[in-house]
């Protein structure tokens, strides 16, 4: 599997300080994979930053046997995404 990464989330995902050892370990090895909308994938994992527990969600599409992250972003609202 060949993860890709559109234009546009490599400019969000820069600018959302998100660093590409975190962006792996979300895609390796997530905490969980809820179905996103369009029939999207949302890799989850969660990460301790600062003393705060955060989200980090990873949006992908498949595009064959490869995976293509179309945006990425880090949130505190972790309730509001976990699925149980």
């Known amino acids: ?21 975190m962006l ?7 905490d969980q994979i809820v179905e996103g909308y369009g ?3 949302v890799h989850q994992k969660i990460y301790n930053i600062e003393g ?6 990873v949006v992908c599409e498949k595009a064959g046997t ?3 992250i179309v945006t990425a972003y880090l949130t505190s609202q972790i309730k509001r995404y976990w699925r149980k």
């Open 1 to 21: 599997m060949v993860t890709k990464i559109i234009p546009l989330a490599v400019k969000k995902i820069k600018l959302r300080k998100i660093s590409k050892s």
């Open 24 to 30: 792996n370990e979300t895609m390796k090895h997530p």
């Open 39 to 41: 029939g999207r994938s």
């Open 52 to 57: 705060k527990k955060k989200l980090l969600r």
């Open 66 to 68: 490869d995976n293509i």
